[in-house]
């Protein structure tokens, strides 16, 4: 439930800036379409394997909380371990096809309301930022927001080094802003990473998604407020801003 005064407003990148399920979609054709041109079969499993075994470890690292060895390395390592492939391969195609390729369709997947979202918060004064599981400068570039945000943080950076629904990102956005918790709302777009995580610190949390409700996940107990646009969001957000 969102708590009044915000002060500030943290937001997720992927899922919640953009559409998801579209990127993913371009993505799909791409994807679908690399037998043809590597015009290998070797070659294209290599980077299906490389990518399924990326994303796998990155959703099984959250388990680990905050370790003491830097995510930064661990996920790739654990991910060539498990597609049976070279480090330095497996970095090369996580990096062209999971932070590169995508950002030319960034702007065909934004959602809308977004800017007039961030006018609006910034009309009245409160500050807005990023924080993510996954770099988020290149990403706010292709979407047309690059200095929009006044901190933008990921959670394998040094300071943090702790996956979502760990609360240690979203408390050191708190300490670098001066602001308690309790004045921050986070909007993002998963229950079970994004909500959770945000209760953890002391947040309230706004969920974009498919309709306008007060949801309590089943697979936790956190409650948040599911929005399906930018727009209903800033509706709600008048009479606690």
């Known amino acids: 439930m969102i708590q009044p005064p915000i002060r500030a407003v943290l937001m997720d990148m992927d899922g919640t800036l953009y559409h998801q399920g579209v990127l993913r979609g371009f993505m799909a054709l791409e994807l679908g379409a690399l037998p043809f041109s590597t015009r290998s079969s ?3 499993r290599g980077v299906w394997r490389s990518l399924k075994a990326f994303r796998r470890v990155r959703e099984e690292l ?3 909380e905050a370790p003491e060895v830097s995510l930064a390395t661990l996920q790739y390592v654990e991910a060539a371990l498990r597609a049976g492939e070279d480090q330095a391969y497996l970095e090369r195609v996580v990096t062209e096809w999971i932070y590169q390729r995508p950002l030319k369709y960034l702007r065909f997947c934004k959602r809308s309301g977004l800017e007039a979202f961030l006018t609006f918060l910034d009309g009245r004064g409160i500050r807005v ?7 988020v400068e290149d990403k706010l570039q292709a979407l047309g927001l690059a200095g929009r945000m006044s901190l933008t943080l990921c959670a394998t950076e040094p300071a943090i080094n702790a996956f979502k629904p760990h609360p240690k ?4 956005a708190c300490a670098l802003w001066g602001v308690s918790p309790d004045e921050v709302l986070y909007v993002g777009d998963r229950p079970e990473v994004d ?13 974009l998604g498919k309709g306008d409700s007060r949801w309590v996940p089943r697979h936790t107990a956190v409650r948040s407020v599911v929005f399906s646009s930018f727009k209903g969001l800033q509706h709600a957000l008048t009479s606690h801003c």
């Open 42 to 44: 070797r070659a294209t």
């Open 62 to 64: 959250r388990r680990l």
């Open 129 to 135: 930022g990023m924080f993510s599981d996954y770099p």
């Open 169 to 172: 990102g979203f408390l050191h």
């Open 195 to 207: 909500a959770l995580g945000a209760e953890r610190a002391g947040m309230s949390c706004a969920l």
